[in-house]
């Protein structure tokens, strides 16, 4: 009995450390920016109702009219306003992770990370920081396959879509959503399953385009082209 009790009571230590360590107004803080980075973004979501815009929009404090005025350019405003956040954060903490701030928050600076461009600046934390266990290792392989990408390098777990304005035969321009290509193509949901992701390609390719969407491979070497139709 006496064990019993001594084993509750050191997890229950061990469980109040835990807390103690959090640090809380910086979680506060990081909540707040993770709250704009997502809140923005789903103002734009295809699916959204006038009226729940219109809710949101008051919810972020934005003005209907800068709004209207703007559109995805104060997107891009905000976000370069919360890298210099996230970036202050950074050089004082290292990486704000699970030990620090606790879940989700310990996602919020990758958020903004993966909105950036600077991703390849920050790559390297955030793998350091997958590899302590501190955010998912899916957060990793989604940042490293937008590294890729944004390079025009093939991604490798294959997290990423794209879309490029081209021409069809007859010299009619038409957009095409695709997956980015990816390395290794016959492995790929081996490496999803082993990364931690729940899903295939094939169903992941339908989450970011819609349950319409039929996945079809394109090479690198194709979608190169694909740009170079419409230049």
Do not use: C
Not at 55 to 75: A, R, S, T
Not at 187 to 195: I, L, S, T, W
Request: hydrophobic share 35%; net charge positive.
């Amino acid at each position: 009995m006496r064990k019993i009790v001594a084993l509750l009571f050191g997890i229950s230590t061990l469980l109040l450390n835990a807390q103690q360590k959090v640090n809380e107004p910086l979680k506060k803080e990081l909540d707040a920016i993770m709250k704009i980075d997502q809140g923005y973004r789903k103002l734009f979501h295809s699916g959204i109702t006038p009226e729940k815009k219109e809710e949101l929009l008051k919810e972020l404090n934005i003005d209907q009219e800068e709004f209207k005025k703007k559109d995805w350019l104060l997107v891009a405003e905000q976000d370069s306003l919360n890298m210099q956040k996230i970036e202050n954060i950074i050089a004082q903490y290292g990486y704000p992770g699970k030990t620090l701030v606790g879940e989700p928050t310990n996602k919020a600076a990758w958020y903004v990370i993966q909105h950036s461009n600077k991703i390849g600046k920050y790559l390297p934390l955030i793998k350091e920081a997958g590899k302590n266990k501190e955010i998912p290792f899916t957060l990793v392989a989604m940042m490293e396959d937008r590294f890729l990408m944004d390079g025009d390098k093939e991604q490798i777990y294959g997290t990423q879509g794209k879309g490029e304005m081209t021409k069809d035969k007859d010299g009619k321009q038409v957009f095409i959503s695709f997956v980015w290509p990816v390395k290794d193509l016959e492995n790929v949901n081996k490496r999803r399953k082993e990364a931690g992701f729940d899903s295939t390609i094939e169903e992941n390719a339908k989450r970011m385009f819609g349950q319409d969407f039929k996945y079809e491979p394109y090479t690198l070497k194709q979608v190169l082209e694909l740009r170079n139709k419409n230049k």
